[in-house]
């Protein structure tokens, strides 16, 4: 049976930062409310034209030039996200045109922020049963676009951005390990979006009387987390028969910090053993854990080798764990490649399809 490496890593966040100080002249709150209650300092907010599938198709192609892949390679996109832009196509569909995935499978998976440990998980599988040999996995959101900017008690927390992992078939033991995954649907109104997607025109408000919107129930959603984050962690590193000091990393979903402490007393490990980054970020959903992920990369923290665990929660209510031992590219990826080249022929190539696809229609319709 073949095992799952993690073989590349990429992400992408919008240039533009809102900050704490910014939101004060929006709704009543302060900088020092925010930082205390959640440890966030600032987040990113989409421009115009960036969209999940266009942050995603960003960091997609980041994670397949370390694992030196061609788009052409992957069998299977992933995208786990929280605010498509629409209900279909699924973004990972626009995700597998924008870069020129012309051999993949794509569908989106919908479990909220745990929506990316769901996907590598299933991810890992599919290539574990010898179905595929390599995997795009991606959590992309623009939650701006949900957000609702006069409630206080929501607008504080999200942010933009995309993170993506490449999962590869190899028969050198590594890689995923272990994944744990849970639901409780009777808490399902505790974290709700009623009604539409991240792709809306902004006369919706009028349709959906602002159900279009992002709505919690913050204490209820925080002790939830701080109850299954510890659980999940110690679950799944029973059903891999690892043990909390074979781990080196922890990557927890990045929504409060307050929940990460209460992970860690529960866990009683301390705060260094954690990847936090949710002070520059907020929570970006689904694209929280790969961001933490590449960051943590780049800062030279996560290294071959290193077992690290992945853990999230989020609306369903869904959570869930993952155990992996840190690859790196693999040893037969040699090829130096530059997939953002692909990015004009990608383009090209789609618009031929599109072309064709008219042509034919008229041809079709004529001879009708
Ligand atoms: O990915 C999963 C998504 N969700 C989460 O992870 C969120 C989980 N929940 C949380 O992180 C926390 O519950 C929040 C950060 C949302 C809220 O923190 P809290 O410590 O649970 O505050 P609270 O809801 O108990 O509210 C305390 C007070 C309230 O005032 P009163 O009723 O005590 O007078 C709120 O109205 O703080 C008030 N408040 C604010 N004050 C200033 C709520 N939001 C704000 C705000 N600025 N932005």
């Known amino acids: 049976m073949p095992?799952?490496?993690?073989?590349?890593?990429?992400?992408?966040?919008?240039e533009k930062v809102l900050t704490n100080a910014d939101l004060e002249k929006m709704v009543e709150t302060s900088d020092a409310w925010i930082r205390e209650r959640t440890g966030i300092r600032e987040r990113r907010i989409a421009g115009p034209d960036e969209y999940p599938s266009v942050l995603g198709a960003r960091a997609a192609l980041k994670a397949l030039e370390v694992a030196r892949l061609h788009p052409k390679d992957v069998d299977l996109i992933i995208c786990a996200t929280s605010s498509?832009?629409?209900?279909?196509?699924?973004?990972?569909?626009?995700?597998?045109?924008?870069?020129?995935?012309?051999?993949?499978g794509a569908f989106d998976l919908l479990a909220a922020c745990s929506g990316f440990i769901y996907a590598v998980h299933m991810a890992a599988q599919a290539i574990?049963?010898?179905?595929?040999?390599?995997?795009?996995?991606?959590?992309?959101?623009?939650?701006?676009?949900?957000?609702?900017?006069?409630?206080?008690?929501?607008?504080i927390l999200f942010g933009d951005g995309a993170g993506a992992f490449v999962l590869q078939a190899s028969d050198r033991p590594g890689g995923v390990l272990a994944a744990v995954m849970h639901s409780d649907g009777s808490g399902g109104n505790l974290l709700i979006l009623p009604a539409g997607g991240s792709r809306l025109p902004a006369s919706i408000e009028t349709v959906t009387n602002g159900h279009h919107y992002i709505y919690m129930d913050g204490r209820e959603v925080f002790r939830f987390a701080t109850r299954v984050l510890a659980q999940s962690t110690l679950e799944v590193l029973e059903k891999a028969g690892l043990r909390l000091e074979d781990v080196r990393w922890i990557i927890p979903h990045q929504a409060n910090y307050r929940i990460i402490e209460a992970a860690a007393r529960a866990l009683k490990l301390p705060m260094e053993r954690f990847i936090i980054n949710l002070d520059r970020y907020g929570n970006t959903s689904t694209a929280s854990i790969p961001i933490a992920t590449c960051e943590a990369v780049e800062k030279g923290l996560l290294k071959a080798g290193d077992k690290v665990v992945f853990n999230g929660f989020g609306a369903g209510l869904t959570w869930g764990a993952l155990v992996a031992e840190w690859s790196g590219p693999l040893p037969s990826a040699t090829r130096p490649?530059?997939?953002?080249?692909?990015?004009p022929l990608a383009r090209l190539?789609?618009?031929?399809?599109?072309?064709?696809?008219?042509?034919?229609g008229l041809i079709w319709g004529r001879k009708a």
């Open 337 to 343: 490649i530059h997939v953002e080249r692909y990015r």
């Open 128 to 155: 574990r049963s010898g179905a595929i040999q390599n995997a795009l996995v991606i959590g992309a959101e623009t939650l701006s676009r949900i957000t609702n900017w006069k409630d206080r008690n929501t607008c």
């Open 3 to 14: 095992y799952a490496h993690i073989t590349g890593w990429g992400m992408a966040v919008p």
């Open 84 to 104: 498509p832009e629409h209900l279909f196509p699924a973004t990972a569909c626009l995700i597998q045109d924008a870069i020129g995935a012309s051999k993949a």
């Open 349 to 360: 190539r789609s618009w031929l399809r599109r072309s064709i696809r008219r042509l034919e």
